[in-house]
């Protein structure tokens, strides 16, 4: 009886740990994570730069504080000049890409009509009752869409050509939005400078800093430290490059897809640059992929009578799938990477409590918790290593007794 309450007790115990473990992590993300984001990149950055800084100055008479000084300062270069460089391309094509975006715009109602048709097509070869119920309920939705469609680009003509009848909250609206962008970019500015400074002073006491956190932990508690730390730089490094890899084979596919559609004269723009980019960065998410752009844009050129743009848009779609299925799993190790129910979910998740972020960052959290329980670093779950490991235990303890057994009864017999 004792041992099934201690057992209650236990769990009890391991229950309530979690909750204040999760608890404090919301409330830390939610309240406190921009407030220190600046330093915790600082450190992260100072941890990266650490081997490189140490190479040069065991190597030449500069002192640490000078080359770590110096190491932020190229980083920061470098990061900002790929900031400007792929800043000015895409800014230089979304004037084409805007005016495109109106051209679609007037081509709605087009899309509507002909998507109504293909749906009544496709209801003709039902049954006559069903097919008069169903093209009847289809038919009102669609006219529903093209008059509420009408109806709004008409108000929007109308109030732009009375300037009386303005609707002015369709101004004020983004103005606010504006203003209020432009009061934080003073902070952001700061927290910018802030994280520079702090990039150089971490770089620079980097052994002090790790030596002080680790004279607060008990010995048993240092290794645990120092291995986390490896397995997630670790894990974060071959993350960061298989993606980063990813993103540059689809956005390559992009690019020479949409060039060949232009040389065909089946898509016209100027914007190809960017419509990669921003393709390629959305297929970097398992649950969206390219498909979320290419499928829907695929079927309106085919239902806006582009049948040649909508079947060499699919074409490109069909390309990248199965090139990212044969490449993915060779860059991305199996370990690090988690099942897409939990990956939609740690999405959903994040983005309800965290905001847009959080569709990064709890995934991320996510899966450097399964590497380090995978790895034995700490113990959350059972995996099947632990599961085969137990039972191969188990049943090498119990050989030995079957051994025994067997031996003394043949002695028995003697």
Not at 40 to 61: D, E, G, N
Not at 301 to 317: C, D, H, K
Request: glycine residues 6%; positive net charge; charged residues 15%.
């Amino acid at each position: 009886m004792s041992t099934n309450v201690e057992k209650r007790r236990a769990v009890l115990i391991n229950v309530a740990y979690f909750i204040l473990l999760i608890g404090a992590f919301y409330l830390f993300m939610r309240f406190a994570f921009w407030t220190v984001a600046p330093f915790m990149f600082a450190f992260f950055i100072a941890m990266l730069l650490q081997k490189p800084v140490h190479a040069v100055t065991t190597r030449t008479p500069l002192k640490k504080g000078f080359v770590s000084f110096i190491s932020v300062m190229f980083i920061a270069t470098l990061f900002l000049g790929l900031i400007a460089l792929a800043g000015t391309t895409i800014f230089s094509e979304l004037k084409g890409f805007a005016e495109t975006l109106r051209t679609s715009f007037k081509s709605i109602p087009d899309f509507i009509n002909a998507a109504e048709a293909w749906v009544l097509r496709v209801l003709s070869h039902l049954p006559e009752a069903i097919e008069t119920t169903l093209s009847t309920s289809v038919s009102e939705l669609f006219d529903s869409l093209s008059q509420s469609f009408t109806e709004n680009s008409a108000h929007t003509a109308d109030s732009t050509a009375s300037g009386l009848s303005l609707d002015f909250s369709s101004i004020i609206a983004p103005l606010s939005g504006v203003i209020s962008t432009a009061s934080k970019v003073p902070s952001f500015l700061i927290s910018i400078v802030i994280f520079f400074i702090a990039c150089c002073f971490m770089t620079a006491d980097y052994d002090r800093i790790v030596g002080f956190i680790k004279r607060q932990l008990p010995a048993s508690k240092r290794d645990a430290l120092t291995k986390t730390k490896n397995l997630t730089l670790s894990t974060l490094g071959k993350m960061a490059k298989a993606y980063l890899i990813i993103i540059c084979i689809t956005f390559t596919e992009l690019l020479i897809g949409m060039t060949v559609l232009d040389l065909l004269g089946l898509h016209s723009g100027n914007y190809k640059f960017l419509i990669a980019f921003g393709i390629a960065l959305i297929d970097i998410f398992p649950i969206l992929g390219s498909g979320t752009i290419l499928i829907p844009w695929g079927f309106i050129s085919l239902f806006t009578n582009r049948v040649g743009l909508g079947i060499g848009l699919f074409v490109i779609y069909a390309i990248i799938t199965v090139l990212r299925q044969y490449i993915e799993p060779k860059l991305v190790a199996g370990q690090l990477g988690l099942p897409p129910i939990v990956t939609l979910i740690c999405m959903y998740l994040g983005i309800k409590i965290f905001g847009v972020l959080g569709i990064f960052i709890l995934p991320l959290t996510i899966t450097i918790i399964k590497v380090l329980n995978d790895d034995g670093v700490i113990h959350l779950w059972k995996t099947s290593r632990q599961i085969t490991e137990e039972g191969t235990s188990s049943v090498e303890l119990k050989l030995p007794k079957l051994k025994l057994k067997k031996n003394t009864k043949g002695r028995n017999k003697k």
